[in-house]
């Protein structure tokens, strides 16, 4: 078997796929592609579409678009998370819908739930095993989009987010080619502050300006480290060996006793070099909206290898919730006075 072919029984859980050499030897259709009048009329019970895009991998776009979907279904609107990430679907684990399977009706294909307003489509619900890789060329890629887009059935939906692969490739030509003639709101593009991935998340705001997309603005993510001193382990080191030995009990009680005050701070420190302005100053370059940074939280970590919202009072994401709060605001804010 090629690299890039799919295996005999792929159709199987992936049913309506076409091989590629079927595809080949179809004869291409005449006129208008008949499937873009079938997203169009799924489409026109979604009123707003969002993309979530990321210039590069690794800046936690994923974790944004499942905490935006919690959020925005948390505040009770209706939602759609819709992951294209075909090669690496982590939406089924960020949202703990991990073992689900997507079932047909006489509908179409039904999303799953996590909650009543909060419904999920995923390539990761349709792998017999989540460690199996899609190896596949881009026209499979843009037919499993397709069918995300005409044959699932999304209903009235408020909002439905977009998890879209890093970079600029096949996925987000095929999302931007089937969803703009419906109506794109705009897309929010993920980074962290150091150059390596300014300079990616520059190309993906190009690439929103050269396909008509508006950029509703930009999150620098992993903006620093923050954290509770209570959550720090404390070591001291030791002259005569240079090793070190665990004191975190000590400093904590000798905080406790001495400056009780101290436990309820938050202890900050950059992660990234930001040296050349970060986010904030290829905003201003660029012409595109700052949204706001958010720190690098192991409670939202937690939150997403657990299928959780760091907005719920059990998950006390109490540095990140605020931040992504008022993110999300200006995003709604930015939809609401452009819609």
């Given amino acids: 078997m090629e690299n890039g072919d799919i295996p005999e029984d792929a159709n199987e859980h ?106 999920v489509m995923s390539v990761g619900f349709m792998l017999p095993n989540s460690d199996d890789a899609v190896i596949w060329r881009g026209s499979r890629k843009k037919s499993l989009i397709k069918q995300f887009l005409k044959d699932v059935n999304w209903g009235e939906m408020d909002y439905l987010v977009v998890d879209a692969p890093p970079g600029t490739s096949d996925e987000h030509i095929s999302i931007v080619q089937y969803l703009v003639p419906t109506g794109i709101d705009g897309a929010i593009i993920v980074t962290t502050p150091q150059e390596v991935s300014i300079i990616d998340a520059k190309k993906e705001i190009n690439f929103c300006k050269k396909v008509g997309v508006r950029v509703l603005g930009v999150v620098e993510n992993m903006s620093g480290l923050s954290l509770p001193l209570t959550d720090f382990k404390f070591r001291k080191k030791l002259p005569e060996t240079g090793s070190t030995i665990d004191v975190t009990e000590y400093a904590i009680s000798y905080i406790r006793e001495n400056a009780p005050e101290l436990l309820d701070f938050l202890a900050c420190k950059e992660v990234f070099d930001s040296s050349a302005g970060g986010a904030e100053r290829m905003c201003q370059e660029m012409g595109v909206p700052i949204l706001g940074k958010l720190r690098l939280d192991p409670k939202v970590c937690e939150a997403g290898e657990q299928g959780k919202s760091c907005f719920d009072e059990a998950t006390k994401c109490f540095a990140s919730a605020p931040a992504l709060k008022s993110i999300i605001q200006k995003v709604l804010l930015s939809i609401m006075m452009t819609g």
């Fill in 14 to 119: 992936f049913p309506g796929l076409q091989s590629e050499s079927a595809q080949a030897c179809a004869t291409a259709p005449k006129g208008p592609d008949p499937d873009l009048v079938a997203i169009a009329e799924r489409m026109s019970t979604v009123k707003h579409k969002i993309l979530v895009l990321a210039g590069k991998g690794g800046v936690g776009k994923s974790t944004f678009s499942a905490q935006l979907s919690f959020a925005l279904a948390g505040m009770g609107h209706r939602v759609g998370l819709m992951d294209i990430d075909i090669c690496g679907p982590s939406i089924p684990k960020m949202l703990g819908l991990e073992g689900q399977e997507i079932r047909q009706s006489n509908f179409g294909w039904s999303p799953i739930y996590v909650e009543n307003n909060l419904a």
